[in-house]
């Protein structure tokens, strides 16, 4: 059976597939990878099924030893990898498209250069155990994943069976390479997706139920202003800072249920925009929602990045989701073209 | 009483009974997280109960609010009125010995009673799950008597035992796994209420009857060993 071993660890690396929906009710956290499409086209280049468990880095990535010829792809931030064996320099590893890593060499991530969250597809997928209908690691309630736990060096993570896509690719990089010595990767990718405007990035929401009580004195909408995400952010949830938003009068509530890009008031003022960890209630006003459709971005702010925010409708939210899965759909399908054909 | 029904986000719903007292509010819950569940249409992914609310999860890329929305009301039409939800009646053993009960003399000297008569009023009522959530597992718990009612601490704790029993407010809840808390520590319980690798994970459900029951040092441990 293949596996891999980590040789270093970045700063907080995860195992995460698509999450568990259905347990909610009993206060566990959606959770799953934080940019779900970056997933989903990993696995997809790996020809890997949308939801086998892939390593989700941030902001820096591990260095990793591959004891078999494996078949990987990388998507979502780009961490600069770069593939080391006993003889040459080191290689870039191309990102976006499927590529053969040989037995006995490694592939060192570094600090993300633009992103923050990169994804490490495995034709196979991590096999961790299935803990309640999912591989995802739960770090706050330490169950799922790797030991419930972020990997750190001298892991050493089971891989799956690769798919017959996955195979057959695997099989063709490797000929590819006999013939040529070198050529380890495919000459196409599909499109990286969007990551955040490093300068400022904008995230689209739609109005939370008590956005219309933010004080008319200061800032009335949440898009009138610049916020800094701030070093306090986690897989849970992002403090915004640089700017306090007010209501006009803050009474008690009772806890009610909130998703991953809801954006929270607590009494200090600094929003709370909740990720894909967060739990499934919580008793502070909700201000807006980032929409589906920009949870990726959002997942790739970094920490001291500028964000603001603009007000779409819920029609438009919901339109924009189902065009963006709609060339996915497309982009994903053509990487299992590719794969097969 | 018809409820609300609100869009939380562009990918949920929450339905809620706000002007409800808690009792009626639970029970019109607890009938319509049931009825919902069973009746899910495609792109309807989970259905989640709440205190005055429940919460409606769908795939936005499946359907639109105002089929969520119609969807929502249609069903809560025909919600049985005379649905009677199981619930179940359990005892929770809970050790208030100074070791676990960090503030146990603070509950007490903020009501001018003493330790005994704070164990005494908490293990004498009978506790309503009204909500799990704020980590895997938590029961949030309605009954407790008002002569305990104690605000949160000014700072929460960074890190609670797991089996905590608390009190913030006029609730009462467990700590279900280790976890950062702001709620006034009064016990232990050796009971694991949430454990990923059973099934099901979760010990309680909304709606459920509980009666803590005091054990002592030894008894907590005898737990422990047989568990």
Known sequence: MNRVHILRSGLCSTVQDRGRAGFRHIGVPLGGALDSMAHDLANRLAGNPVDAATIEMTLTGDEIEFTHDTLIAITGADMAPTLHDSSDLPQPVAQHCPRLIPAGSRVRFQAARRGCRSYLAIAGGVDVPVVMGSRSTVLRAAFGGHGGRMLT??????????????????????????????????????????????????????????????????????????????????????????????LEHREEMLSEGVIPGTIQLPPDGNPILLMADCAPTGGYPRIGHVISADLGIAAQLRPGQLVRFAMVTLDQAQSVFRQQRLMLTKALSMAGLMIHG | MTPSIEPLGDSAAI????????????????????????????????????????????????????????????????????????????????????????????????????????????????YVVQMIGFSPGFPYLAGLPSQLHTPRRASPRIQVPAGSVAIGGAQTGIYSSKSPGGWNIIGRTPVQLFDPQRNPPCLLRSGDVIRFIPIDRQQFDDFRERT
Not at chain 1, 176 to 187: F, N
Not at chain 2, 36 to 65: M, Q
């Open chain 1, 153 to 246: 060096a001298a892991d050493d993570l089971a891989i799956g069976t690769p798919s017959e896509a996955g195979r057959q690719t695997l099989e063709r990089l490797l000929a590819k390479r006999s013939g040529t010595g070198r050529q380890v990767h495919p000459h196409w990718f599909v499109r990286p997706i969007d990551l955040p405007n490093p300068d400022i990035a904008t995230l689209r929401i739609v109005p939370g139920a008590h956005m219309t009580c933010l004080c008319s004195s200061g800032l009335e909408r949440p898009s009138d202003a610049a916020f800094r995400v701030s070093s306090q952010s986690d897989r849970m949830g992002y403090r915004l800072i640089d700017q306090r938003l007010e």
């Open chain 2, 15 to 126: 339905v809620a009974w706000r002007l409800l007292d808690e009792a009626a509010a639970r029970r019109a819950i607890q009938n319509a997280t049931e009825h919902l569940d069973h009746n899910r249409i495609d792109g309807v992914i989970a259905v989640a109960p709440a205190f005055r609310s429940l919460t409606v999860y769908y795939e936005c890329g499946k359907l639109a609010w105002l089929e969520v929305e119609k969807w929502i009301s249609d069903s809560l039409n025909s919600v049985p009125i005379t649905l009677e939800t199981p619930q179940q009646q359990l005892k929770i053993p809970v050790c208030y010995d100074p070791e676990f009960a960090l503030d146990l003399t603070a509950v007490a000297d903020a009501h001018d009673l003493n330790t005994g008569d704070v164990i005494r009023l908490h293990s004498n009522a009978n």
